[in-house]
Nanobody, 120 residues
Framework: QVQLVESGGGLVQAGGSLRLSCAAS???????????MGWYRQAPGKQRELVAT???????NYADSAEGRFTISRDNAKNTVYLQSNSLKPEDTGVYYC???????????WGQGTQVTVSS
């Protein structure tokens, strides 16, 4: 079992910066078998969409809407994944959810989400 806790959300102005963190915890076996981690977001009234993913070996992928403005990174020693933006836009507003996938299991483990609000 894996538990994920996001932090770092808040209210920022357009063009501002934010760094989200997601820390994984659980059994040693579960933590050590996490491969992919990443972020989804869901704006009010919109479908959930992928933002970015990163593997344990730091291979990254970005959604078209995120590439160029967001950076995903990972600290395996801390079992933590990050999402950074230095140029937030109002359309980035939404709840950001962290997820993790364990080797041998296709299910996604989800955090509870953190609210990001970008004002114009």
């Amino acid at each position: 079992q894996v538990q994920l806790v996001e932090s770092g959300g808040g209210l920022v102005q357009a063009g501002g910066s934010l760094r989200l963190s997601c820390a994984a915890s659980g059994s040693i076996l579960s933590i050590n078998t996490i491969n992919t981690m990443g972020w989804y977001r869901q704006a009010p009234g919109k479908q959930r969409e992928l933002v970015a993913t990163i593997t344990r070996g730091s291979n990254v992928n970005y959604a078209d809407s995120a590439e160029g403005r967001f950076t995903i990174s990972r600290d395996n020693a801390k079992n933590t994944v990050y999402l950074q933006s230095n140029s937030l836009k109002p359309e980035d507003t939404g709840v950001y959810y962290c997820y993790a996938e364990v080797l041998g299991d296709l299910r996604k483990y989800w955090g509870q989400g953190t609210q990001v609000t970008v004002s114009s």
